[in-house]
């Protein structure tokens, strides 16, 4: 099955600073990569996704970019906010496929 | 538009009890998915339904089931719970059978004493 590596686990930013979360995965068939936050208390909440047939996508301070070749992706957030605060996780799906592989998440803090 | 909505939020069960949690997705999706997250394991797939049909489901031991009713709601049930079993239990609704668009509800967190 599909195996998504997920890093750094904890990551600490000054306010205004950029965040980069790194992901790879193991199947090649994957082909849709979705990023989740997930606060505390709450259930993981859609961010970005990216299908395997675009290379970066972008909506406001966050972006995705990803590398087929190499099989991995990343998160950037920029000018972090404290509100950014939260635990991201990757995740991979095969277009025949109907379930998520999520990596270990990030743990990220914005320090105001 | 209602999201997600699991019931009940928390959940204390002893060992050996069994236990029903329930997930009302939003209105129209007909896809329902059951994920189990630990600190350890992580978001780990439970199972999937689709039109009260079992498309899919992930590696765990035949005490955990599920199924889903005609208007989309899904329950899932767990029997002879172990101390493993604590977690947050996830459920997450799409209007696709492949799960495009992914809406998570906030979870039951179920605690095995």
């Known amino acids: 099955g599909e195996n998504v590596e997920q890093h750094p686990s904890t990551l600490s930013v000054q306010e205004g600073d950029s965040a980069v979360i790194k992901c790879t995965y193991s199947?090649?068939?994957?082909?849709?990569f979705p990023w989740y936050k997930q606060e505390l208390g709450k259930g993981p909440q859609l961010i970005i996704d990216?299908?395997?047939?675009?290379g970066e996508k972008k909506d406001q301070r966050i972006a995705v970019t990803l590398n087929k070749t190499a099989k991995h992706f990343s998160l950037h957030i920029t000018e972090t906010q404290p509100e950014d605060s939260a635990v991201y996780f990757c995740?991979?799906?095969?277009?025949?496929?109907?379930?998520?592989?999520f990596g270990t998440g990030t743990s990220l803090t914005v320090i105001p | 538009k209602a999201g997600v909505t699991q019931t009940p939020r928390y959940l204390i069960k002893t060992r050996g009890q069994q236990v029903t949690l329930s997930c009302s997705p939003i209105?129209?999706?007909?896809?329902v998915s059951w994920y189990q997250q630990t600190p350890g394991q992580g978001l780990q797939f439970l199972f999937e339904?689709?039109?009260?049909?079992?498309?899919n489901k992930g590696n765990f031991p035949g005490r955990f089931s599920g199924r889903q009713f005609s208007n989309s709601r899904s329950e899932m049930n767990v029997s002879t719970l172990e101390l493993g079993d604590s977690a947050l239990y996830l459920c997450?609704?799409?209007?696709?059978?492949?799960?495009?668009?992914?809406?998570f509800g906030s979870g039951t967190r179920l605690t095995v004493v």
């Open positions: 199947d090649s068939a994957s082909n849709y």
């Open positions: 209105s129209g999706h007909r896809s």
């Open positions: 990216i299908r395997s047939n675009v």
């Open positions: 995740a991979a799906m095969k277009d025949t496929g109907n379930q998520f592989y």
């Open positions: 997450a609704s799409s209007l696709a059978w492949q799960g495009r668009g992914y809406t």
């Open positions: 339904y689709f039109s009260e049909t079992q498309r």
